[in-house]
């Protein structure tokens, strides 16, 4: 599978507003605005697995996003909202399939498996996960009821992956879902807009984070 540097620091708002002009070519309804008393930032899997360049699983794109998560992070932080952070790994007893589809799987420890270094974690709230849906056999439901949440903002990696599977798995709870087009990355542009447009018809428009920016008071 080819990989591509579809988003990088000088690029990524461009490349960003021309994937929201092509969602919007589709005709899809804008996005459902925050309810910012009771919205919860979820991270995925923010990992050096993904972000480092000796990983065989290296999003060349993911460090670019970096930037946007941490300016999400710093606002959710500034405005006393939750945010989770997730790692994913796997070991022989809870791989199922992932064991089958991607055989080289993220160690439960080490180096690949910490968070990347540049991402703001403070003293956020991290959560185990072993499949693409943050929701199975996690606690992360329960956290949000506890926290009665009724939005999600989700951000991280990979777009057509975890995120858009997490994003299915919180709107079909209720939850009202959005996934920013430039707080997330996967491979390449192809995969990255397909999910895109997936997002945008099955669960909601997916903006771009200065715009949610602006609904938390930030700029």
Not at 26 to 41: Q, W
Not at 155 to 184: K, M, Q, W, Y
């Amino acid at each position: 599978m080819k990989k591509t540097l579809y988003f990088n620091d000088e690029n990524i708002n461009d490349i960003a507003i021309k994937i929201k002009t092509k969602l919007l070519e589709f005709g899809l309804r804008p996005y459902k605005h925050f309810n910012s008393e009771r919205v919860a930032l979820i991270v995925l899997d923010m990992q050096n697995y993904f972000l480092l360049e000796t990983s065989h699983a290296f999003v060349p794109s993911a460090k670019a996003i970096t930037k946007y998560i941490n300016l999400l992070i710093d606002s959710f932080t500034n405005n006393n909202l939750p945010i989770i952070f997730t790692k994913h790994s796997n070991n022989e007893e809870n791989a199922n399939q992932m064991s089958w589809r991607w055989r080289n799987l993220i160690p439960e420890r080490g180096t690949f498996y910490n968070i990347y270094e540049k991402l703001i974690t403070k003293n956020n709230l991290i959560i185990e996960k072993h499949q693409y849906d943050a929701f199975y056999e996690t606690e992360l439901f329960k956290i949000l009821k506890t926290l009665k949440i009724e939005q999600v903002v989700i951000a991280g990696v990979l777009t057509n992956l975890c995120v858009e599977t997490t994003a299915r798995s919180a709107f079909v709870r209720g939850f009202n879902t959005i996934v920013p087009i430039d707080a997330t990355a996967t491979y390449n542009f192809e995969l990255h807009l397909s999910s895109m447009m997936n997002i945008a018809f099955a669960i909601n428009f997916p903006p771009l984070t200065n715009e949610l920016l602006t609904h938390l008071g930030g700029s």
